[in-house]
């Protein structure tokens, strides 16, 4: 995607500026010119502390907006805002985060782990009950394919005897260098 390459380095500023006009009570979506609206993907948004541990990480595996732009600016309200497992970020900190944005590639189906390559490809699990748990690619510490396996299914509550379809895919990666990975 061209387009994405264009914009994509500019992501990372538009999700700053969603979550700081959403913390000063000016909605989430970033003012500006639309012509950085660019294609429809799905995105994640991960903000780190200056120590890079994780202070909030949401996205969706479907476009849930009309183009990555408003995706992007939804994402990073939500995670900042509702990751269940940290407080809503406050505006001092906002400053001291770091932000990456990672817009993800379809899907693609795999038939087990040897298909997966946890630097390279984010995975999703799915079970019959409709239960998914999504992973990106590049954590740090999760360097084999069955340990990215079995959080995705700790992360869905699937358990580990459970038959699930896996999937992959690639992203896009910018931080608040700008600089793709």
Request: charged share 25%.
């Amino acid at each position: 995607m061209p387009e994405l390459e264009r914009i994509g380095p500019s992501l990372p500023a538009v999700a700053r500026r969603a979550i700081q006009q959403y913390l000063h009570g000016e909605g989430h979506l970033p003012d500006g010119p639309r012509a950085l609206s660019g294609p429809r993907a799905p995105v994640f948004v991960t903000l780190r502390a200056v120590d890079g541990a994780l202070r909030g990480c949401v996205g969706s595996v479907t476009a849930s907006q009309a183009d990555v732009v408003s995706e992007t600016a939804r994402s990073a309200v939500l995670a900042a805002t509702k990751d269940p497992r940290f407080p809503p970020v406050s505006t001092p900190e906002l400053a001291e985060l770091l932000i990456e944005v990672s817009v993800l590639a379809p899907e693609q189906p795999v038939s087990g782990p040897s298909e997966l390559d946890p630097r390279r490809y984010g995975v999703i699990v799915r079970d019959g009950m409709g239960r998914q748990g999504l992973l990106l690619p590049g954590i740090p510490g999760i360097d084999e394919a069955s340990v990215q396996v079995d959080v995705a299914r700790r992360k869905a509550g699937i358990e580990p005897e459970a038959v699930v379809q896996l999937f992959r895919f690639e992203v896009k990666k910018w931080d608040d260098e700008n600089a793709e990975r």
